[in-house]
T-cell receptor
Framework: DSGVTQTPKHLITATGQRVTLRCSPRSGDLSVYWYQQSLDQGLQFLIHYYNGEERAKGNILERFSAQQFPDLHSELNLSSLELGDSALYFC?????????????FGNGTRLTVT | DAKTTQPPSMDCAEGRAANLPCNHSTISGNEYVYWYRQIHSQGPQYIIHGLKNNETNEMASLIITEDRKSSTLILPHATLRDTAVYYCIVRPSISSGSARQLTFGSGTQLTVLP
């Protein structure tokens, strides 16, 4: 158990809808990262927050947004969903903002868009 | 960012040591090597990381060559539960703007055979 909690585990929704994925980092970790893993793309970095502030952006679509709250949990919002958004979404946390501390991953949310 | 090259797949007999190679010939002096594994659709699991000295923890050993252009992850006594995709990642240095996230490649599918 990595200590990173993601909810829900599974989500099935229709095209055009909006969903929110939630992540609680490990106790003491201030950084939260979001990754997407689809069958044809592998693990893709989406966005990184540190102590409530956005720190880095990867290949995140404009239809997607994220935030980190004062209690350090994070939410990833996906809107105007398309079939191609079906994927596993992983959250990871680490102690610091920048450095060598490892990222610890949750077990993901499996999103299916029908 | 330094790229890594790993064999796409390897087999190992249960109880034997699994030696997973990784080439990272463009690594720079202050970049760390990280190893993660992902067991079928679970979140990536941190294994170990190192800079230039060999490292060992309860899961594995990491051997980095003196020129740092390659490394080997060693699982000393592989079990069936070690069957997973293993990712070797070179993390950009702290001075780089992308030192925060980890960039995953396609990894090595290790299959431990009974």
């Amino acid at each position: 158990d990595s200590g990173v909690t993601q909810t829900p585990k599974h989500l099935i929704t229709a095209t055009g809808q909006r969903v929110t994925l939630r992540c609680s980092p490990r106790s003491g970790d201030l950084s939260v990262y979001w990754y997407q893993q689809s069958l044809d793309q592998g693990l893709q970095f989406l966005i990184h927050y540190y102590n409530g502030e956005e720190r880095a952006k990867g290949n995140i679509l404009e239809r997607f947004s994220a935030q980190q709250f004062p209690d350090l949990h994070s939410e990833l919002n996906l809107s105007s969903l398309e079939l191609g958004d079906s994927a596993l979404y992983f959250c990871a946390s680490s102690v610091g903002d920048i450095g060598i501390s490892p990222l610890h991953f949750g077990n993901g949310t499996r999103l299916t868009v029908t | 960012d330094a790229k890594t090259t790993q064999p796409p797949s390897m087999d190992c007999a249960e109880g034997r040591a699994a030696n997973l190679p990784c080439n990272h010939s463009t690594i720079s002096g202050n970049e760390y090597v990280y190893w993660y594994r992902q067991i079928h659709s679970q979140g990536p699991q941190y294994i170990i990381h190192g800079l230039k000295n060999n490292e060992t923890n309860e899961m594995a050993s990491l051997i980095i060559t003196e020129d740092r252009k390659s490394s080997t992850l060693i699982l000393p006594h592989a079990t069936l539960r070690d069957t997973a995709v293993y990712y070797c990642i070179v993390r950009p240095s702290i001075s780089s703007g992308s030192a925060r996230q980890l960039t995953f490649g396609s990894g090595t599918q290790l299959t431990v055979l009974p």
